[in-house]
């Protein structure tokens, strides 16, 4: 046991707080000649830790058992760990004591033993929890032969924090048996994985990232594998990767389950972090992991230099670093921790510039003193940076600035991606959304996302009539470059078009018409916000804004419009760090996914109609689609949406336009159409 003690030393010290998971079989095996021994062996590997850590120090044993949750008692003395032979050792000692949660306990030695086990605390995870106490004292975390997915109970502290998806709360109720032997029926909450929706987490892969990045420092002594961490800087970096990844840790579930709103905003985590442009890299991982939702999913590439219409497409850009260093070292301006802090597409630089020449390369809104400012310069050789008006005012004037940003414009290639969906014709509905904006959650991101749940959406949609075309590319050049690749087949086949953006706040809804004003896209547009719960507002078009304005070039003249909730340019985190992952909230996500549903049902149906009895009315009651018994006001409701039908089924009148005349819900209308296209009175003529 020397050796075990003596590497135990680099890693723990006086004082520590510190939580153990363990498999000492290995230990056991070696160390115990006789099974009697076995007990001794475990005793002096306690006592080893205690001498580290000293009476100033605390040891926490994890006591876990699951058998309240399936409705048996807990007796406080007598109820055993399930999690292995040191923590059942250690109940037995008189020098240690359990804390009184039913299901997660511990036993407890050290300076804190009195603080924690008198704190009933009903939550397993919470900050009051002692996963919280052992972040909050910055302790340690030890794992002794034991591996990631069975022991590294600290990750569901770190998920409870962060509210995760796939877990919730839940109490569980049964009997307890207290200290003093007193029975009662107590409830606790746990935050449990969402077995109903076949959640299956593992954390293997946090573990191999916190080795990767030093945090978890693995040593191996006598054949068994030690791993000690701080509590702290696990959570950090857990907290960040889930962040990035919401899914980091969920193994398998039934993804389609979730709220609609939080699984895009669980995807736009994903994805909101990533360094994005016109082009490189962060556009190719972009599309990656949406080919996770879309297999489906064309992703192509066009070259440097290829011409598209009057442009070319640029060289591709990548960042490697980039950073300023003040007079004092300190290093500001960071790329790696907000990758709007560079201007897009800044050229490299390494020099040393005095306060006052810097000042010509930094770029900040004094209106929104805390934003960072998202600027470009795709088509100017530049460089700058982007900073907060309150870091600038602290900058020191005296002495040398150093401003690095590595960066590489090569000859590369433009990355984009589309997926079409068949319907029974070929007439296309158009669902375009743009992919090139780093960190910008609502203007881009927020369209990105409500792109793929569509797809998602149509895709289990069973006899689509229309064709739909989603389109992913970089905005502006990459919807030039999609259109110099499709022009023809797009002039003969769309129908209907929009452009997803700025669709994740809790603003109104605004609707951006077409160049025409008057095409079958603007007139369902209008009807189904009308008809809706939601405040909106129609816009005339107008010639700038995103990529409705290539679709809606005079040389395409596509009925493409683009329905939005706040409009770009005019709310305040427009292209700054502020349009984040907190102005954009699962229900605003949610809410617009409700509107272009509808958009999409309403189009689905909005078909032109002739009437195969003009002459006349045809004597409805022979057909049975009326009815003759009821409400005099239901009757006559139905009797006028049929007849408002046959009146107006004369070719010329889309199902919309009937049923803005007629003044019923187009959804209402299209039963009403079906139902006498079914006793042949009347048939789909889109021609």
């Known amino acids: 046991m020397e050796a075990i003690e003596s590497g135990l030393k680099h890693f723990i010290n006086k004082g520590d707080v510190i939580l153990i998971h363990s498999n000492i079989l290995p230990i056991l095996h070696k160390h115990a000649d006789e099974k009697k021994d076995l007990q001794k062996v475990a005793n002096k590997l306690i006592d080893i830790l205690i001498d580290i850590v000293t009476e100033e120090g605390t040891i926490l044993l994890p006591t876990f058992n699951w058998d309240f949750c399936k409705g048996k008692p807990f007796n406080y003395k007598k109820t055993r760990s399930k999690v292995g032979a040191l923590t059942n ?51 340690k975390i030890l794992l002794i032969n034991v591996d990631y997915q069975s022991s590294f109970t600290f990750t569901h502290y770190v998920e409870e924090q962060l509210n995760v998806g796939y877990r919730y709360h839940k109490d569980f109720s049964a009997g307890y048996i207290d200290e003093q032997g007193n029975e009662s029926e107590k409830t606790y909450d746990i935050f449990v994985r969402d077995l109903d929706r076949g959640v299956m987490t593992w954390g293997n892969p946090i573990g191999k990232i916190l080795e990767d990045e030093k945090i978890a420092q693995v040593f191996v002594i006598e054949g068994n594998t030690f791993v000690v961490m701080k509590a702290k800087d696990a959570f950090d970096r857990m907290k960040t990767e889930l962040q990035r990844n919401p899914f980091l840790m969920v193994k398998w579930a039934k993804y389609n389950d979730y709220r609609i709103g939080q699984q895009m905003h669980d995807l736009m985590r994903r994805l909101f972090y990533i360094p994005r442009s016109i082009t490189g890299s962060g556009n190719r991982k ?94 100017r050789k530049t460089w700058g940076f982007c900073i907060s008006y309150n870091q600038l005012r602290d900058l020191p004037k005296k002495g040398k600035y150093r401003a690095v940003i590595s960066t590489e414009l090569k000859d590369g290639s433009l990355s984009f991606a589309d997926v079409v969906l068949p319907g029974k014709v070929k007439d296309e509905v158009l669902l375009s959304c743009y992919i090139c904006h780093p960190s910008m959650a609502n203007d881009s991101l927020s369209g990105v996302v409500l792109n793929t749940f569509l797809f998602r959406y149509l895709k289990r949609l069973q006899d689509r009539y229309f064709t739909y075309r989603f389109v992913f590319v970089p905005e502006t050049i990459g919807a030039i470059a999609y259109l110099s690749l499709n022009a023809e087949h797009l002039k003969k086949y769309t129908r209907y078009g929009l452009v997803l953006t700025c669709v994740g706040d809790e603003g109104k809804f605004h609707y951006k018409k077409t160049r025409a004003g008057d095409k079958e896209v603007d007139k369902i547009l209008e009807h189904i916000l009308r008809y809706s719960e939601f405040d909106y507002e129609i816009l005339e078009f107008f010639p700038t804004g995103s990529d409705e304005r290539q679709y809606c070039s005079p040389g395409f003249d596509l009925p493409v419009g683009s329905l939005m909730r706040s409009v770009y340019r005019k709310f305040d985190e427009y292209h700054t760090s502020l349009d984040n992952l907190e102005y954009v909230t699962p229900k605003g996500l949610e809410e617009s996914y409700k509107i272009y549903t509808r958009i999409i049902d309403a189009i689905e149906h909005n078909h032109y109609y002739v009437n195969r009895r003009p002459h006349g009315e045809p004597f409805l009651t022979k057909y049975a689609i009326c009815p003759t018994i009821g409400s005099q006001k239901e009757a006559d409701i139905s009797t006028s949406k049929v007849l408002w039908m046959l009146n107006l089924c004369d070719g010329k009148n889309s199902l919309v336009d009937v049923s803005n005349k007629a003044q019923f819900h187009v959804l209402e209308m299209a039963k009403t159409a079906e139902r006498l296209e079914k006793v042949g009175l009347i048939k789909i003529t889109n021609s």
């Open 286 to 379: 972009t599309l990656k992991i949406l080919k996770e939702y879309i297999p489906e999913l064309n992703i192509q590439e066009i070259p440097t230099g290829r011409k598209v219409f009057d442009w070319k497409i640029p060289k591709e850009w990548n960042v490697k670093e980039g950073y300023i260093l003040t007079p004092q070292g300190s290093k500001i301006c960071d790329f790696k921790e907000c990758n709007l802090h560079i201007i897009n597409y800044s050229a490299p630089v390494d020099k040393e510039l005095s306060y006052e020449e810097l000042l010509n390369y930094l770029h900040y809104r004094k209106d929104l003193p805390d934003a960072i400012p998202y600027l470009t310069s795709y088509y």
């Open 89 to 139: 050792v250690a109940l037995k000692r008189a020098d240690f004591k359990r804390t009184k949660h039913p299901v997660y306990s511990f036993t407890i030695w050290g300076k804190y033993k009195d603080c924690l086990c008198s704190s009933d605390t009903k939550n397993a995870y919470g900050k009051d929890s002692p996963f919280g106490f052992l972040h909050e004292q910055d302790g």
